[in-house]
């Protein structure tokens, strides 16, 4: 809701950085990686999605629906953040693009900036980094429902931020984002 | 986590007011009210128990340990947003005090304040108000799991502030709530 006063003495605005990404591509170290160049000059928070599967969507398994329903829950808590001013970094595959859209439209309606950010490193990569030992389990079969082996991933069509994390150090992709944040207004020039 | 600086030039800290009561004792009521008190001056968001259950907890019902998780959840983004200097005012019934318990020693942890306001009303004044006819219905065996007719309500055993709705104009009930926060630093003298 629209407030009459400024509460905030005219403090940054908030809002939601969206990293979305196969599992491993990157999504966890570059917005820890942000956080940290963001977190002296203003409030900040990541919504993980490991986390939020933990505190708000235990029972959620890894079906469509339930997957469109925790995406909907980082959401909405990354809207009720964003409204009070905190530079949300929200990290969680959200492999749908239909509910990707759906954050990005109903932070629209409040007034919220929302930048879609991609990691995105080829599979193969990731197959062979396999930090988690994630992909090896999904390529034996074990895991039914695991994104980019046995569960689609719709990568965006035009994210705010593209980062080929296989190419790029963090830090120039850290870059880019806050170049991102510039030019939008959202932060003070470097 | 602690912040090496102070991102918010030095506005008001977050704190948590957990309304609790029967249904239809005032909790909505009070909430909006003590909002309306706040929000000129400082950032509030009500956290309100049905709306929470429509954006994070679609799916659970209202048995011990939904109603259990449901409270956990509301918790959860009650800290988000009163880590960030949030005044966070929810209100649901939250009947089990374990639960209540369980949030108030999570908020601490955080060194978050937290306080319990019960919104206590006679179960026959409420039956007779029956403002949503939920009560009717309960009597009548419509509803398996009404908290006060075909399920429990433990009451707080030490709130920080007790409100007789069915006694007290809500305007007096404000007062005192809001006297409450002045005792405790939380909001400037009047």
């Known amino acids: 809701m629209e407030r009459s006063r400024d509460v905030y003495g ?27 160049r963001l977190e002296a000059s203003r409030p900040v928070e990541i919504l993980d999605g490991d986390e939020i599967r933990t505190f708000l ?47 990005r439209r109903l932070a629209a309606e409040q007034g919220i900036p929302f930048l879609e950010i991609y990691a995105q490193a080829p599979l193969e990569v990731l197959v062979q980094r396999d930090v988690k030992g994630l992909y090896k389990r999904a390529l034996a079969g074990e895991l039914p429902n695991f994104t980019g082996i046995s569960d689609p991933y719709e990568p965006p069509e035009a994210p705010e931020v593209l980062i080929r994390t296989d190419q790029e150090p963090v830090a120039q992709g850290v870059e880019r984002i806050l170049q991102a944040l510039r030019g939008r207004e959202l932060l003070e020039p470097a």
Chains 1, 2 share one sequence.
Not at 11 to 18: A, C, K, M, Q, V
Not at 63 to 74: G, H, T, V
């Open 57 to 103: 969507s235990r029972g959620l398994g890894f079906s469509k629906p339930d997957r469109e329903e925790n995406i909907r829950r980082i959401g909405y808590v990354a809207r009720l953040l964003a409204r009070h001013r905190v530079a949300v970094l929200a990290a969680a595959i959200s492999p749908y693009r239909e509910s990707r859209d759906e954050v």
């Open 10 to 36: 005219g403090r940054p605005r908030g809002f939601i950085l969206w990293f979305t990404g196969l599992s491993g591509a990157g999504k966890s170290t570059l917005s820890q990686a942000v956080r940290l």
